[in-house]
């Protein structure tokens, strides 16, 4: 059965503090992997990862994805309390039967960072 | 936003009514979808769509209907509601026309049934 698993599911950091979250799946004929953040409302995108070893980064978050392992790692260094959200990690499969290419998500990270 | 707007953003209904939830998108992006999110499943997917009149179900299908008419329009009905059928409705779009990009999700529709 195709799933994605997150850890851990939540997490209290202080400011400052750099944090790891934890995405690994198991899907056939893997796609690409998104990763999301949900506040208090929709979620919003913010990388998208289809080859191993190449990081991508956006200011204080980065993450990078291990097609061998099959996971992938959410960084967040000198976190603020801004920070504080739910993470979201979804990866995409080929779907042979349709022309879509199937999203499943995972259960989320929550974050809360305290001053 | 990528211009998506949900209607209504909240509903109380009873059980074994019909509900339609309404996803507006401004732009003509190709893909819509509508998932639901509960505590401990992240994001569902029910339905989505691939052009007008072009619909497929999603993992959680049962109990669910979608038509989706104009490029800009995708419902989703509930055919007769349920208390199960409680939860947050996001429409999402794929802006760049591939469906395994990232997709932009509307505000979110918080449905009660009761």
């Known amino acids: 059965e195709d799933k994605v698993v997150q850890s851990p599911l939540s997490l209290v950091v202080h400011e400052g503090d750099t944090v790891t979250l934890n995405c690994s799946y198991e899907?056939?004929?893997?796609?690409?992997l998104l990763w999301y953040k949900q506040e208090k409302k929709a979620p919003t995108f913010l990388f998208m990862l289809t080859s191993s070893g190449i990081e991508k980064k956006s200011g204080r978050l980065s993450s990078i994805l291990d097609k061998k392992e099959l996971f992938s790692i959410l960084n967040i260094t000198a976190t603020q309390t801004g920070d504080s959200a739910i993470y979201l990690c979804a990866v995409a499969h080929v779907q042979m039967k349709t022309s879509y290419d199937k999203v499943i998500f995972g259960p989320g990270t929550s974050l809360s960072v305290i001053p | 936003d990528a211009g998506i707007t949900q209607s209504p953003r909240h509903k109380v209904t009873e059980t074994g009514t019909p509900v339609t939830l309404r996803c507006h998108q401004t732009?003509?992006?190709?893909?819509m979808y509508w998932y639901r999110q509960d505590p401990g499943h992240g994001l569902r997917l029910i339905h989505y769509s691939y052009g007008v009149k072009d619909t497929d179900k999603g993992e959680v299908s049962d109990g669910y209907s979608v038509s989706r008419s104009k490029t800009e329009d995708f419902l989703l009905t509930l055919e007769s509601a349920t208390s199960s059928q409680t939860s947050v409705y996001f429409c999402a779009i794929s802006t760049t026309g591939l469906p395994y990009n990232e997709q932009f999700f509307g505000p979110g529709t918080r449905l009660t049934v009761l």
């Open positions: 732009e003509n992006h190709r893909y």
């Open positions: 899907v056939t004929n893997f796609r690409s």
